[in-house]
């Protein structure tokens, strides 16, 4: 069964920064693009970034573009997302999915999410 | 960016009845439409990919349908568990956008 279990949310304050994880378990990970995703309360789906197999490829919206960093282990079997520089319309749940297709940006499974809220 | 349309933002019906979604991209994206289903609470679950291929799982009463720009979801009887919001997603271009979403409530 694919799983998919994020942690490392919580309360920071504006500016500060914070690591989530996601591991990853039910499949061979290093054969799936991964995508970070988020949604900021009562509000729709925002695709973040996305990270190829390999690492080679990394996708990033304009609006965390610099500011936030995807990285994977796949010996781990693990994805994570850096974000630094946080705002309070960072504030939202956020989701790691597993990537299929060629871009790999539509997520056939999604994990559970991780509330990461930013406030003074 | 490609903007994703949905319409209604929401919709009332009754158990049994036949509810349709339409999603609308601002420019051509083929077949690279995926829709998803919400409920309060809970991480999106993927229903259809590539417009009409229904993900593993996913109930037949499940379609999808469209090409180019303009694209429906279909539950074909509406039950009490289908109550929820539904988003489509575009993946052909970067950067991946999605609907605003519609809820569907009961009436």
Same mark, same amino acid.
């Given at each position: 069964e694919v799983q998919l279990v994020e942690s490392g949310g919580g309360l920071v304050k504006p500016g500060g920064s914070l690591r989530l994880s996601c591991a990853a378990s039910?499949?061979?990970?290093?054969?799936y693009i991964m995508n970070w995703v988020r949604q900021a309360p009562g509000k729709g789906l925002e695709w973040l970034s996305s990270i190829s197999t390999g690492s080679n490829y990394i996708f990033y919206a304009d609006s965390v573009k610099g500011r936030f960093t995807i990285s994977r282990d796949n010996a781990k079997n693990s994805l994570y997302l850096q974000m630094n520089s946080?705002?309070? #319309? #960072?504030?939202a749940v956020y989701y790691c999915t597993r990537g299929l297709g060629s871009s790999g940006w539509y997520g056939d499974y999604w994990g559970q999410g991780t509330l990461v809220t930013v406030s003074s | 960016d490609i903007q994703m349309t949905q319409s209604p933002s929401s919709l009332s019906a009754s158990v049994g009845d036949r509810v349709t979604i339409t999603c609308r991209a601002s420019? *051509?994206?083929?077949?690279y439409l995926a829709w998803f289903q919400q409920k309060p609470g809970k991480a999106p679950k993927s229903l259809?990919? $590539? $417009?009409s291929s229904l993900q593993s *799982?996913?109930?037949?009463k499940f379609s999808g349908s469209g090409s180019g720009t303009d694209f429906t979801l279909t539950i074909s009887s509406l039950q009490p568990e289908d109550f929820a919001t539904y988003y489509c997603q575009q993946y052909n271009n970067y950067p991946p956008t999605f609907g605003p979403g519609t809820k569907v409530d009961i009436k």
């Open positions: 039910g499949f061979i990970f290093s054969n946080l705002r309070a #319309d #960072d504030t | 420019q *051509g994206i083929s077949n259809i990919y $590539a $417009a *799982g996913v109930p037949s």
